[in-house]
Protein backbone atom coordinates (compact mmCIF):
# COMPACT_ATOMS: atom_id res chain seq x y z
CA UNK A 1 0.00 0.00 0.00
CA UNK A 2 1.33 3.32 -1.00
CA UNK A 3 2.36 5.97 2.06
CA UNK A 4 -0.01 8.28 3.11
CA UNK A 5 1.83 11.80 1.56
CA UNK A 6 0.11 14.75 0.94
CA UNK A 7 -0.35 14.10 -2.89
CA UNK A 8 -2.07 10.86 -2.08
CA UNK A 9 -3.49 12.21 0.63
CA UNK A 10 -4.99 15.35 -1.09
CA UNK A 11 -6.23 12.59 -4.25
CA UNK A 12 -8.06 10.60 -1.08
CA UNK A 13 -9.65 14.01 -0.42
CA UNK A 14 -10.58 15.29 -3.44
CA UNK A 15 -11.99 11.83 -4.42
CA UNK A 16 -13.93 11.62 -1.05
CA UNK A 17 -15.68 14.84 -2.13
CA UNK A 18 -16.37 14.02 -5.64
CA UNK A 19 -17.49 10.35 -5.22
CA UNK A 20 -19.76 12.29 -2.66
CA UNK A 21 -21.43 13.95 -5.32
CA UNK A 22 -21.45 11.15 -7.93
CA UNK A 23 -22.81 9.07 -5.38
CA UNK A 24 -25.48 11.82 -4.41
CA UNK A 25 -26.37 11.79 -7.71
CA UNK A 26 -26.98 8.19 -7.93
CA UNK A 27 -29.08 7.59 -5.05
CA UNK A 28 -31.15 10.91 -6.07
CA UNK A 29 -31.91 8.79 -8.88
CA UNK A 30 -32.46 5.60 -7.37
CA UNK A 31 -34.58 7.13 -4.51
CA UNK A 32 -36.47 9.14 -6.83
CA UNK A 33 -37.88 6.39 -9.32
CA UNK A 34 -37.72 3.54 -6.53
CA UNK A 35 -40.35 5.53 -4.33
CA UNK A 36 -42.20 6.01 -7.37
CA UNK A 37 -42.67 2.31 -7.87
CA UNK A 38 -39.84 1.11 -10.09
CA UNK A 39 -37.76 -2.04 -9.42
CA UNK A 40 -35.21 -0.90 -7.09
CA UNK A 41 -32.10 -2.88 -9.17
CA UNK A 42 -33.31 -0.47 -12.86
CA UNK A 43 -33.64 2.46 -10.67
CA UNK A 44 -30.20 2.02 -9.16
CA UNK A 45 -29.26 1.62 -13.35
CA UNK A 46 -30.58 5.02 -14.07
CA UNK A 47 -28.81 6.33 -11.26
CA UNK A 48 -25.37 4.65 -12.42
CA UNK A 49 -25.78 6.08 -15.50
CA UNK A 50 -26.04 9.06 -14.66
CA UNK A 51 -23.28 8.95 -11.82
CA UNK A 52 -20.66 8.10 -14.19
CA UNK A 53 -20.91 10.84 -16.10
CA UNK A 54 -20.84 13.45 -13.20
CA UNK A 55 -17.98 11.50 -11.80
CA UNK A 56 -15.17 10.71 -15.26
CA UNK A 57 -15.47 14.47 -15.30
CA UNK A 58 -15.05 15.49 -12.31
CA UNK A 59 -12.55 12.79 -11.27
CA UNK A 60 -10.79 12.73 -14.45
CA UNK A 61 -10.69 16.65 -14.09
CA UNK A 62 -10.19 17.57 -10.53
CA UNK A 63 -9.90 13.94 -8.14
CA UNK A 64 -6.62 12.99 -9.88
CA UNK A 65 -5.32 15.77 -11.34
CA UNK A 66 -1.52 15.99 -11.96
CA UNK A 67 -1.57 12.00 -11.42
CA UNK A 68 -0.97 9.80 -14.63
CA UNK A 69 -1.61 10.33 -17.89
CA UNK A 70 -4.50 12.00 -19.94
CA UNK A 71 -3.39 11.73 -23.24
CA UNK A 72 -5.51 9.02 -24.84
CA UNK A 73 -9.48 9.39 -23.68
CA UNK A 74 -10.23 5.82 -25.14
CA UNK A 75 -7.67 4.17 -23.19
CA UNK A 76 -9.11 6.28 -19.78
CA UNK A 77 -12.38 6.44 -20.55
CA UNK A 78 -12.71 2.28 -21.27
CA UNK A 79 -10.98 1.78 -17.92
CA UNK A 80 -13.05 4.26 -16.09
CA UNK A 81 -15.88 2.74 -17.40
CA UNK A 82 -14.14 -1.01 -16.40
CA UNK A 83 -13.91 0.07 -13.13
CA UNK A 84 -17.10 1.72 -12.83
CA UNK A 85 -18.92 -1.09 -13.73
CA UNK A 86 -17.06 -3.22 -10.84
CA UNK A 87 -18.59 -0.20 -8.59
CA UNK A 88 -22.09 -1.04 -10.51
CA UNK A 89 -21.95 -4.69 -9.39
CA UNK A 90 -21.18 -4.17 -6.12
CA UNK A 91 -23.81 -1.98 -5.45
CA UNK A 92 -26.00 -3.56 -7.36
CA UNK A 93 -25.37 -6.84 -5.16
CA UNK A 94 -25.86 -4.57 -1.88
CA UNK A 95 -29.30 -3.39 -3.25
CA UNK A 96 -30.56 -6.76 -4.12
CA UNK A 97 -29.13 -8.34 -1.36
CA UNK A 98 -30.73 -6.20 1.30
CA UNK A 99 -33.83 -4.53 -0.51
CA UNK A 100 -35.05 -7.63 -2.93
CA UNK A 101 -33.67 -10.00 -1.04
CA UNK A 102 -33.28 -9.55 2.56
CA UNK A 103 -36.47 -7.15 2.31
CA UNK A 104 -34.98 -4.68 4.65
CA UNK A 105 -35.33 -0.52 3.57
CA UNK A 106 -34.96 1.34 0.44
CA UNK A 107 -31.66 3.38 2.47
CA UNK A 108 -30.10 -0.35 3.74
CA UNK A 109 -27.43 -0.55 1.28
CA UNK A 110 -26.06 3.11 1.70
CA UNK A 111 -23.52 2.47 4.37
CA UNK A 112 -22.16 -0.41 1.75
CA UNK A 113 -22.59 1.83 -1.30
CA UNK A 114 -20.84 4.83 0.81
CA UNK A 115 -18.30 2.76 2.78
CA UNK A 116 -16.99 -0.33 0.96
CA UNK A 117 -17.16 0.40 -3.07
CA UNK A 118 -15.79 3.42 -2.68
CA UNK A 119 -12.28 2.18 -1.43
CA UNK A 120 -12.26 -0.41 -3.90
CA UNK A 121 -13.20 2.15 -6.64
CA UNK A 122 -10.61 4.41 -5.27
CA UNK A 123 -7.52 2.07 -5.49
CA UNK A 124 -8.77 0.81 -9.01
CA UNK A 125 -9.06 4.27 -10.09
CA UNK A 126 -6.09 5.55 -9.20
CA UNK A 127 -3.21 2.46 -9.91
CA UNK A 128 -5.34 0.99 -13.29
CA UNK A 129 -7.14 4.16 -14.40
CA UNK A 130 -5.43 7.39 -13.95
CA UNK A 131 -2.06 5.71 -13.30
Known sequence: MPRLDAGLLGQLVRYAITGGLASAVNIGVYW???????????????????????????HSRWSFRGHGRRGDLARTGGRFVAVSLVSFGLNQLWVWLLVQRLELPLWAPYPLVLGVTPLVVFALNRRWVFG
Open 32 to 58: LLAFRGMDPNLAWCAGYVAAVLVGYVV
